[in-house]
T-cell receptor, first 114, second 113 residues
Framework: GNSVTQMEGPVTLSEEAFLTINCTYT??????LFWYVQYPGEGLQLLLK?????DKGSNKGFEATYRKETTSFHLEKGSVQVSDSAVYFC?????????????FGKGTLLTVNP | KAGVTQTPRYLIKTRGQQVTLSCSPI?????VSWYQQTPGQGLQFLFE???????NKGNFPGRFSGRQFSNSRSEMNVSTLELGDSALYLC????????????FGPGTRLTVL
């Protein structure tokens, strides 16, 4: 079945540091890939998405590129802020019969210190 | 446009009781999905409803059930609660389900004592 593996946290960075959160996936065909963010006490918010190979999703300074050859969708940001502190989830929707649900990674807690 | 709303936000129940959670999707969205979030298992898909029909179901026991009304609002019910049912229950809506973007509500935090 489909699965998502993302780097375990927690990740602690200083403000303005570079961020990378690794995400790899297992799926047949061409899944759609997503990064969601969850702030304390809240639900999930879509951060960015990519629906086909080599697509780059971007939002709020975050970027991720759909790499079919390495089955990866790593999240990056050049300069993090304290307000970026949250849990980040990599996710996919499959193709065909499994395209109705999101399969999530375990989540990575990011803490950004001033 | 209003987002996905879930009620109640917090709930405390005891083992053996049953509980009903409610979700109102974004206006115009016809697909509603439910997910359970726990520290141990992470985010797991429960089921999806579209036009009042359950289209898909995850690997949860029959104690977990749901329904969708003609206005797309959805409820999920958990009967005979167990301690392990303590979790954040998230509802997500989308226009038509499938690979379309899903918008999440704030969740209902259920604690089973």
């Amino acid at each position: 079945g489909n699965s998502v593996t993302q780097m375990e946290g927690p990740v602690t960075l200083s403000e303005e540091a570079f961020l990378t959160i690794n995400c790899t996936y297992t799926a047949t065909g061409y899944p759609s890939l997503f990064w969601y963010v969850q702030y304390p006490g809240e639900g999930l918010q879509l951060l960015l998405k990519a629906t086909k190979a080599d697509d780059k999703g971007s939002n709020k300074g975050f970027e991720a590129t759909y790499r079919k050859e390495t089955t990866s969708f790593h999240l990056e940001k050049g300069s993090v802020q304290v307000s970026d502190s949250a849990v980040y989830f990599c996710a996919l929707t499959g193709t065909g019969g499994s395209n109705y649900k999101l399969t999530f990674g375990k989540g990575t807690l990011l803490t950004v210190n001033p | 446009k209003a987002g996905v709303t879930q009620t109640p936000r917090y709930l405390i129940k005891t083992r053996g009781q049953q509980v009903t959670l409610s979700c109102s999707p974004i206006s115009g969205h016809r697909s509603v999905s439910w997910y359970q979030q726990t520290p141990g298992q992470g985010l797991q898909f429960l089921f999806e409803y579209f036009s009042e029909t359950q289209r898909n179901k995850g690997n949860f026991p029959g104690r977990f059930s749901g329904r969708q009304f003609s206005n797309s609002r959805s409820e999920m019910n958990v009967s005979t609660l167990e301690l392990g049912d303590s979790a954040l229950y998230l509802c997500a809506s989308s226009l038509a389900g499938g690979p379309n973007e899903q918008f999440f509500g704030p969740g209902t935090r259920l604690t089973v004592l």
